[in-house]
């Protein structure tokens, strides 16, 4: 963990890479350091997927709105400091991708981090293992 999920309307598709903000999102998190200098996420298990939403109302409906929420969620331990810098550094990268749309059309973007005590949470994987040291 952490996974930051990206709910969007489709009709965004056709005027951002979303694979690239996946992309950026992803490194944003694994650039995150902790008071220490040390990495709070581990790479393998960081995760950032987007989906589309093909059917949406926003607002009052008179324009083509549009609209992204970015849900970061993530297990509890890390400090306040460390919760504030990926916050801000995933604000800013979110900010900086969409900066001409934010100019050019009308578009809101949510970003929310949750972090709580699973009731039930099992991990399967073959990707951890890939970034063990030692």
């Known amino acids: ?44 298990g960081t995760r950032v997927l987007a989906f589309a939403s093909d059917h949406h109302a926003i607002a009052d ?4 709105y549009a609209f992204v929420y970015l849900n970061l969620r993530m297990a509890r331990g890390r400090s306040e400091a460390v919760k504030k810098a990926t916050g801000e550094a ?19 973007i949510t970003l929310q981090i949750d972090e709580g ?6 991990k399967h994987s073959s990707i951890h293992p890939l970034f063990r040291k030692g």
């Open 90 to 108: 995933l604000s800013a990268a979110a900010r900086a991708h969409f900066g001409k749309l934010l100019d050019q059309r009308y578009i809101g």
């Open 1 to 44: 963990m952490p996974h930051l999920v990206i709910l969007y309307t489709r009709n965004l598709d056709a005027e951002t890479d979303m694979k690239g903000l996946c992309r950026s999102l992803c490194d944003t998190l694994l650039d995150v350091r902790d008071e220490q200098d040390g990495q709070p996420f581990p790479t393998g």
């Open 117 to 122: 005590q699973e009731v039930y949470d099992v």
């Open 61 to 64: 409906g008179r324009h083509d």
